[in-house]
């Protein structure tokens, strides 16, 4: 039986649901996963994503919510207070996409990704490495493709910008 900190085993449960309504709006799909377990305590994780195709052109919007609990390593390697916190991250993205010919089409795609509490390895002289939670991460950006294609072959070319966030 694995045993941290003198305790049995840690006991985790989660549950996850989706639903999806599909029409002539467009499809929306809303989903929701909550997970607790003994070390970490309980965590929530809500999604919602809505597509629609207008003729040659098709749009898709997304905004989710995760999370990462830290593993028994990053708690045996962490703060000596076991005060490790779970990474919260929130995504933002819409997406544009235009059919041009039967074979051309282009898809924009804007991001905005938010880490809260990243657990991260920092270097210590004594351990060598421990685990620590940053103040927070992320990375927006916009990617643009291009998809030349037929039956047989498909062409694709892209390129994206982004740039690292702190809050």
Known sequence: ????????????????GVIELT???GMLNAGYRIE???????????RLAYAKLFGPVNVKLIWSSAFKVPTVMNL??????GALKSELATTKEA???VRLAKIISITVNAYDTRIKNPIS????????????????????GLDA????GSKRTTVLAGYGLNRPVSQ
Not at 36 to 46: K, V
Not at 121 to 140: F, I, K, L, W
Not at 145 to 148: I, K, M
Request: aromatic share 8%.
């Open 121 to 140: 390895v920092v270097y210590d002289p004594v351990t060598e490495q421990r685990y620590a939670n940053r103040d927070a991460a992320g990375t927006t």
């Open 95 to 97: 997406e544009l996409g």
């Open 145 to 148: 493709r291009l998809s030349l």
């Open 23 to 25: 029409g002539k709006p």
């Open 36 to 46: 607790g377990n003994d070390l970490a305590g309980q965590f929530a994780a809500p």
């Open 76 to 81: 045996n390697y962490g703060p000596g207070d």
């Open 1 to 16: 039986e694995a045993v941290l900190h003198g305790h049995p085993a840690v006991r985790d449960c989660a549950v996850f």
